[in-house]
């Protein structure tokens, strides 16, 4: 299988862009909100972070993780540095498992500082891209956002599904004697009917 990269068009002698869509709408866009992000201090995705959470007043993980659609552990990561750099700070929530979080006036400071220039970057996108392009394209990501997350709700319900009670009592290695006794079972026909 050959990779082949797609050259830039600008006439520039910029490199290759990857053949993979995910790196490549990441590749640009981040850089070119970051670019205009840097004298607030927040790249793009820490911005988007604190906006989601000022919106919803406070944030628990569960619910920026599907705002956002970033994974857990991603997102776990940003919110510990925003908190190490004083920007986000714990809630309380009547669940105590649950992670709240807050914006502290350091990280409204930051975010007021931001918005301009995010809407900057958004402005300059969209003048690239044209209205129609991105109306086309905001469509389509839409719809593929939609696959995403149903697809993560599928995955999450699957780990959710409890073994037996019997089994859960079993060791570790009775456990893979018995996926081992039952992969062997079906690949052999056993047990149908």
Known sequence: MTRRGIRLTTGQNLGRLSPCVCNTLRMVTTQLYDDVLRPSGLRVTQFSILASITRMGEAHLKQLEDTLAIDQTTLTRSLNLLERDGVIERASHPDG???AMRLTSKGRRALEVARPL??????????????????DAQRRLTHLLHVAVKKRRLGRNRRRVQPSSALRRTSPMMRMRADI??????ASGAGRR
């Open 97 to 99: 498992r649950i992670k």
């Open 118 to 135: 995010w809407a900057q970057a958004q402005d300059r996108i969209l003048r690239e891209l044209g209205t129609k392009a991105w109306a």
């Open 181 to 186: 006794f039952e992969s062997r079972r079906s």
